[in-house]
């Protein structure tokens, strides 16, 4: 069984920074995707960020690309996203989940979900 566990968020002025973890319990032997989406308020749950288990290859949604940045350290069984240059747009609850997805950006193939974790960028 995989658990997932988000932390990280909080309020921060538009500008400025905040590093997401998930700490990850995944079976070994176990090749799954890992990826962050969000809600924001009034939306649907959207895609932000994904990378393999290998972490060789990562993926952005065009509206983080360039400032914010996916990785994972299976060692300590963390994944991070790093988000800089937030914007008040940025304001959501962030959930990281894993799955073995045909589309990586779809987020109904995705099996394993945290419960999230609010971030609020003030303007």
């Known amino acids: 069984q995989v658990q997932l566990v988000e932390s990280g968020g909080g309020l921060v002025q538009a500008g400025g920074s905040l590093r997401l973890s998930c700490a990850a319990s995944i079976p070994r032997f176990s090749h799954y995707v890992m990826a962050w989406f969000r809600q924001c308020p009034g939306k649907e749950r959207e895609f932000v960020a994904a990378t393999n288990w290998s972490g060789g290859s990562t993926f952005y949604a065009d509206s983080v690309k360039g400032r914010f940045t996916i990785s994972r350290d299976n060692a300590k069984n963390t994944r991070y996203l790093q988000m800089n240059s937030l914007k008040p747009e940025d304001t959501a609850v962030y959930y990281c989940?894993?799955?073995?997805?045909?589309?990586?950006?779809?987020?109904?193939?995705?099996?394993?979900w945290g419960q999230g974790t609010q971030v609020t960028v003030s303007s």
């Open positions: 989940s894993a799955g073995t997805p045909g589309l990586i950006f779809n987020i109904n193939e995705y099996r394993y």
